[in-house]
């Protein structure tokens, strides 16, 4: 079993709608996760942390740990062009993140 | 500003020809590590450092070598560069290796 699986993508919303992205995980050791996006070509740039069962927001955004089942969700409200890019969960194991093979994620006008 | 600098941006370079990627980071962390990102393989890490002189291998690190004199600097290395070698390169640091990293801009390498 793979440590990280990100949902698959591509995944396609029209602007204005909810996009949701899902991380399961299989450490249940693991007591924080993170959110990258990435555009093309860029780097891996944060947009979230959370170290707590539950949700939590930050603008657009809410980040969602659910530990019992080892999944964590991210949220994008009112979705953007500016948003397509691809998403990538994380989550330290041992010394080191590991990452998830993200998911591309586009926003049609 | 709080930043991780890599040097060069581009860079395009001919088989066996030594070159060296520099990293630096601002923010006093600890720890620091090299990805390479091929397309549909995602992130895979090439080397960390948990602290200066303390350096170990990552998923990939066949074909590089590092070093860690400093806190705030951390270069890759490629001895003889082979066409494989050709990828997208991520420098980033973080306090330790369980907090939450951050990205240099990335240097894009062609080996001919």
């Known amino acids: 079993q793979k440590e990280v699986e990100q949902n698959s993508g591509p995944l396609s919303v029209p602007e204005g709608a909810i996009a949701s992205l899902n991380c399961t995980y299989s450490?249940?050791?693991?007591?924080?996760f993170f959110w990258y996006r990435q555009y093309s070509g860029k780097s891996p740039e944060l947009i979230m942390s959370?170290?707590?069962?539950g949700d939590k927001e930050d603008g657009r955004f809410t980040a969602q740990l659910n530990k019992a089942s080892q999944y964590v969700s991210l949220l994008i409200r009112d979705s953007q062009p500016s948003d397509s890019a691809t998403y990538l969960c994380?989550?330290?194991?041992?010394?080191?993140?590991?990452f998830g093979e993200g998911t591309q994620l586009t926003v049609n006008p | 500003e709080a930043q991780v600098t890599q040097n060069p941006r581009y860079l395009i370079t001919v088989t066996g020809k030594k070159l060296t990627v520099t990293c630096s980071q601002n923010m006093n962390h600890e720890y620091m590590s090299w990805y390479r990102q091929d397309p549909g393989l995602g992130l895979r890490q090439i080397y960390y450092s948990m602290n200066v002189e303390v350096t170990d291998k990552g998923d990939v690190p066949e074909g590089y070598k590092v070093s860690r004199k400093e806190k705030r600097n951390f270069p890759l290395i490629l001895e003889s560069p082979s066409p494989n070698q050709t990828s997208l390169y991520f420098c980033?640091?973080?306090?330790?290796?369980?907090?939450?990293?951050?990205f240099g801009p990335g240097t894009r390498l062609t080996v001919l």
């Open positions: 450490d249940r050791g693991s007591q924080s």
């Open positions: 994380a989550w330290p194991s041992g010394s080191r993140l590991t």
């Open positions: 959370i170290y707590s069962n």
């Open positions: 980033a640091s973080s306090l330790s290796g369980n907090n939450e990293q951050f």
